[in-house]
């Protein structure tokens, strides 16, 4: 069992930017991939990231390629998900997600683990 606890969510205005922390204790997280998702009010779950178990992988959507960056330490057991030149449309609960595959496509049902989720709302 992996235990996921995202934070660093809140209220910033459009331009701004925030950085989401997913803590996960315990020995086995290095050998995960990493995601983040995120899911707005009435829309289906959306993949944002992902990260290889030793980093040297990431995946973005192009809805936030070159202005999101993952990342992630494996000796804090932390990914992070760095997030810039933030938008109205990027409102939205973001979740982290552990998954034992090593290869992933973004699909919610590829990854095991869920956080509980952080709130990110960018005002305009």
């Known amino acids: 069992q992996v235990q996921l606890v995202e934070s660093g969510g809140g209220l910033v205005q459009a331009g701004g930017s925030l950085r989401l922390s997913c803590a996960a204790p315990g020995r086995t997280f290095s050998s995960y991939t990493m995601g983040w998702f995120r899911q707005a009010p009435g829309k289906e779950r959306e993949f944002v990231a992902a990260i290889s178990w030793s980093g040297g992988r990431q995946y973005y959507s192009d809805s936030v390629k070159g202005r999101f960056t993952i990342s992630r330490d494996n000796a804090k057991n932390t990914v992070y998900l760095q997030t810039n030149s933030l938008k109205p449309e990027d409102t939205a609960v973001y979740y982290c997600?552990?998954?034992?595959?090593?290869?992933?496509?973004?699909?919610?049902?590829?990854?095991?683990?869920w956080g509980q989720g952080t709130q990110v709302t960018v005002s305009s």
């Open positions: 997600a552990a998954s034992a595959r090593t290869v992933i496509s973004g699909r919610p049902y590829e990854f095991d683990y």
